[in-house]
């Protein structure tokens, strides 16, 4: 890897890792190949060739599979910029909306253990 | 009679996956050893790209069966190709699931099909009858694939 050109290399990750993240959409949401290459009008070997970890994609087809996916490939993940400093259950008696307005709420609402709950954030340090 | 050792490459466990190679018949080195040394010279910039997707898929993504050329070999035995985005330079390998990967030898591709190129098609060959003697092994449970991709067992085998 001594003469490996590093730009080169993090293309070639990047688009690996595009095509991983179509990849897993895709199984999680059980749908096939096939089914997405008919909702966009392209052949089935195109779709195959994005999955490749290869192909260089344009903006456009990002966007493009994006709105027949219902999905964002540029979703800003809050958890990089923030980080948890209190998990609230929402449904205890006593607390109150309010008492977030100082802070940072995620929009995150997680449901477990009976709780409806919102994490208390603040943002990590540079 | 032919004796193999299997042989984990360190260079590339980095957490998502685990890659072996195959060193035949008590060589020093194995098939992956003397793939980069026949390459590295004419075809540097194919392998370059060969060796970071082995680096991206065992270190983030996993063995996902998109990355590869699938069915190299016979119905069943795990034989596919990585290769350069262009499709030159190509490495077989045995794929098991997204968690373990052993590389064998290959080429550049010059012709329509591996099986008009005397020096893909034995390494091919080669990689079938390693697929073969691991898929027995596996059987009589002389070597097991561990959660994490790792194998255990008696990693030389004699077929």
Redesign the interface.
Not at chain 1, 51 to 54: K, V
């Given at each position: 890897?001594a003469?490996?050109?590093p730009v080169?290399?993090k293309r070639?990750?990047t688009r690996?890792?595009v095509?991983?993240m179509l990849?897993d959409y895709l199984g999680l949401r059980d749908i096939s190949q096939q089914s997405l290459a008919g909702k966009m009008g392209k052949q089935p070997s195109e779709v195959?060739k994005w999955?490749?970890?290869?192909h260089n994609f344009t903006i456009d087809t990002l966007s493009d599979i994006g709105y027949y996916l219902d999905m964002d490939f540029f979703a800003r993940k809050e958890t990089s910029l923030f980080r948890c400093i209190e998990e609230i259950e929402l449904s205890r008696p006593g607390i109150r909306a309010g008492e977030f307005e100082s802070l940072r709420v995620s929009q995150c609402v997680f449901v477990g253990n009976n709780y409806t709950t919102k994490k208390k954030l603040e943002r990590c340090p540079a | 009679m032919k004796k193999i050792e299997l042989v984990e490459l360190e260079e590339f466990r980095c957490g998502a996956g685990r890659v072996y190679s195959v060193a035949v018949d008590d060589a020093d080195f194995t098939l992956y050893d003397r793939f980069v040394e026949e390459n590295e010279k004419d075809s540097t910039e194919e392998l370059v790209e060969i060796m970071t997707k082995l680096n991206t898929m065992s270190g983030r993504t996993g063995f996902t069966d998109s990355f590869f050329k699938l069915n190299e070999g016979r119905p069943g035995d795990g034989i596919c190709a990585i290769t350069d985005w262009k499709g030159k330079l190509r490495l077989y390998c045995i794929r098991f699931g997204n968690i373990l990967l052993v590389l064998g030898g290959g080429g550049p591709k010059s012709t329509r099909t591996y099986q008009e190129d005397p020096k893909l098609l034995s390494e091919n060959l080669l990689l079938r009858s390693v697929s073969d003697a691991m898929t027995e092994a596996i059987k009589e449970k002389d070597i097991k694939i561990n959660e994490d991709g790792s194998l255990s067992g008696g990693l030389v085998i004699e077929f």
């Open positions: 890897m003469t490996a050109d080169k290399v070639i990750e690996m890792l095509a991983q990849h195959s999955l490749s970890g290869d | -």
